[in-house]
């Protein structure tokens, strides 16, 4: 690497910058202060750990967004951890094993070698919070209603769209139509991709009977508002139980969700196959117009816990910290800055100590420097006293 290139960081990995640095270090806190009022109990997993452990259950997907490196200790092969989940949930059921259930939250780093979009970032900062050991609607619930409170509590006071799905009901339906594993392994790649113009080539060539055929052409067109759990109930009135009653489920879930936050559009999508390969239930996402991307997401995942050796229900979500700062209306406050002057003289000290205490920045000056750089007030000596004034 050139000398002149040394300084430069790797492509896609950010730092934060005053007064950025601030105005997330302060989100941070506000965050996790309400987690914790909600009963949220603060974990603070190694940035490494054994690749097997971080690749174990949900960390499977992760594969190939994970930074690998050897151990010069042992010889055993490390993760760079993409994700927060795997960590937690390993604590959940070899740490803590709580028989009740367990509220868990975190903030931290994490990194990745691939990114989700051209501009993201690949050192996010990443927000979450989980809730083992309940299986019901109500966690869900919870969960959901705890992500929409952290993004207005972040700032984030534009229009919310709520994105709900539900991956019981492409299994059962997968069931149902019978097509076999490299089918429809073509078929969850273009629904992922949303590539209807490929899915109407698929279904020419796909071998299935009129019925298998309607249903796979309607799936991915079910999406949109409260009208699409209508249309699925008359579409798939022949199907398994499982899939009715995540259709109704998440029919209960938007009903609730409704009543707490009435101004945030819920959309419908029951093709969504976000984390399909983990998640067990319900499925979520956050967005916002003018971004792509989600800016919060999670779901149910039951049997996260299962490669630890104790499964538990299980459901949370995760958000980009830096993100959410990018997204907030909120101005920062940066506050009074006070120059004091160089010098030890006692009561020039007693006074910085007290300012400090009532939560103000003071910076003493240096003997011989200039002037520190955003102060907007100097403390100075007036009839013995020492007084702040305003520059």
């Not at 619930?141 to 006071?157: H, K, N, Y």
Request: hydrophobic fraction near 45%.
């Amino acid at each position: 690497m050139a000398l002149a290139d040394r300084w430069l960081l790797p492509e896609g990995v950010k730092e934060l910058l005053p007064p950025q640095a601030r105005r997330v270090e302060s989100l941070r806190r506000r965050i996790i202060d309400l987690y914790e009022s909600w009963g949220y109990e603060q974990v603070m997993p190694p940035l490494m750990e054994h690749l097997d452990s971080l690749l174990t259950g949900v960390g499977r997907d992760l594969e190939m967004n994970t930074f690998k490196v050897t151990d010069q200790l042992s010889g055993h092969m490390l993760g760079v951890r993409a994700d927060i989940t795997p960590q937690v949930a390993r604590i959940d059921a070899h740490v803590l094993r709580s028989e009740g259930p367990s509220r868990l939250c975190y903030c931290a780093s994490v990194l990745h070698a691939r990114t989700a979009e051209p501009l993201a970032s690949r050192n996010p900062l990443q927000l979450g919070a989980e809730l083992y050991g309940h299986a019901g609607l109500e966690s869900d619930l919870e969960v959901i209603v705890l992500m929409l409170t952290t993004l207005r509590s972040a700032g984030v006071a534009r229009e919310l769209t709520l994105d709900l799905g539900h991956v019981d009901i492409f299994r059962g339906l997968m069931q149902q139509a019978g097509i076999g594993a490299e089918a429809e392994a073509e078929y969850m790649d273009i629904l992922a991709r949303k590539a209807l113009p490929e899915l109407d080539k698929f279904l020419v060539a796909l071998n299935a009977d009129a019925r298998q055929l309607e249903i796979l052409s309607r799936l991915p067109r079910l999406n949109g508002d409260r009208t699409v759990l209508d249309k699925a109930r008359e579409l798939f009135s022949d199907a398994s139980a499982e899939v009715l009653e995540a259709i109704d489920y998440l029919a209960l879930l938007a009903d609730s969700v409704a009543r707490r936050f009435p101004e945030v559009d819920l959309y419908f999508d029951l093709s969504e196959l976000r984390g399909y390969a983990y998640h067990t239930g319900v499925v979520f996402a956050a967005f916002t117009p003018g971004r792509g991307q989600a800016i919060a997401k999670g779901g149910r995942y039951d049997a996260i816990g299962e490669d630890f050796g104790r499964a538990r229900p299980a459901t949370g979500f995760s958000a980009d910290l830096k993100t959410l700062i990018d997204l907030s209306d909120e101005e920062l406050e940066s506050g009074k800055l006070i120059e004091a002057p160089a010098g030890d003289d006692q009561s020039l000290l007693q006074q910085i100590e007290e300012l400090r205490a009532q939560g103000l920045r003071v910076v003493q000056k240096l003997p011989g420097s200039q002037a520190a750089a955003g102060c907007t007030a100097e403390l100075v000596q007036r009839d013995g006293a020492w007084v702040v004034v305003d520059l």
